[in-house]
């Protein structure tokens, strides 16, 4: 006994900067619920729902669904591209080939947010690389419009998110024991059998965990949505920014971003339970 508590008194001793650093969110986060709460839109002053019933429009309903439904499938395919690449990672044998394929991966977080909406500006403008190339093949006449709007928008998520779903699921992948793959093999599985019926089921609290991080992390995009979208295209960040400022708005914004808040946590303690729910079923 004496040595599971010391053991959980220097667990929480070395969690301790942690906490300390993760404290001005949380004051954060009660700072903007008291300002939602304010009966003023410019200072806190007094109790109101007002905040919030004002956003009951239908320009923040399709805010709120368009975010939802530009996170979910730049996920879906950040998954479907972190999965190949995680298997291509642990399997590289060469240390100067698997350090250029992780330099690789982790560009997105490393290059600046505006580099890389340039470098998309470059290559999706209407006189951008992928444009020209298309006309000179003669595959297109007129240029294709993937930029300021939803498709745009689509490309920077999924490459913003893509090397966080990456590396949960390669310490899954080297996790796995090639003996469940050779007893499957010597039993006469095919490769895909194998993958689906032994692979998957033990990547799977990985992938919940991996989807979980790059849903929550494109809900709450800001900068790809306007950089790449403009106002065309009103994500949540995007709609509590033209809150903020033109319409100086910060009782309405610090609603919207509780909403968005509260979201984010739904899905985080949502996908914690089915990871626990799959890991014991795995287990089992």
């Known amino acids: 006994m004496s040595n599971s508590t010391l053991t959980r008194k ?18 954060a986060c009660l ?19 007002d905040a919030y019933r004002n956003l009951m429009t239908p320009f923040f309903g399709r805010s709120v669904w368009l975010t939802l439904r ?3 499938f730049a996920t879906v395919i950040a998954l479907m591209m972190a999965v190949p690449l995680a298997f291509l990672l642990t399997t590289l044998k060469r240390p100067v ?27 999706l403008g209407p006189s951008g690389a992928l444009n020209t190339v298309l006309r000179n093949l ?8 993937l930029l300021f709007n939803e498709t745009g928008v689509l490309l920077g998520l999924i490459q ?15 996790a796995i024991s090639q003996e469940h793959l050779e007893a499957a093999s010597s039993l006469g599985a095919s490769n895909w059998r194998i993958f689906r019926d032994v692979t998957l089921p033990l990547l799977r609290p990985a992938l919940l965990g991996a989807a979980s991080i790059c849903f929550a992390f494109n809900a709450s995009a800001f900068a790809v949505p306007l950089l790449l979208g403009g106002r ?14 033109p319409l100086f708005n910060w009782s309405g914004a610090a609603a919207a971003g509780m909403i968005l808040i509260v979201m984010t946590l739904f899905l985080m303690i949502f996908s914690a339970w089915l990871v626990r729910l799959t890991t014991e079923k795995t287990k089992g």
């Open 97 to 123: 080939a698997r350090r250029t394929l992780t330099v690789i991966i982790l560009l997105p977080m490393i290059l600046n947010l505006l580099v890389q909406a340039y470098g998309w500006i470059l290559l």
């Open 31 to 49: 700072y903007i619920l008291r300002f939602s709460l304010s009966g003023e839109q410019g200072r806190i002053e007094g109790f109101s729902i």
């Open 138 to 145: 003669g595959i297109i006449d007129r240029p294709l419009f």
């Open 160 to 174: 913003t998110s893509l090397p966080l779903a990456v590396f949960p699921i390669v310490s899954a992948v080297r």
């Open 232 to 245: 065309r295209v009103q994500m949540m960040g995007v709609a509590i920014r033209d809150m903020i400022s």
């Open 70 to 72: 530009l996170a979910f």
């Open 10 to 27: 220097q667990a929480l001793a070395f969690a301790a900067p942690a906490f300390i650093a993760i404290l001005p969110f949380f004051v």
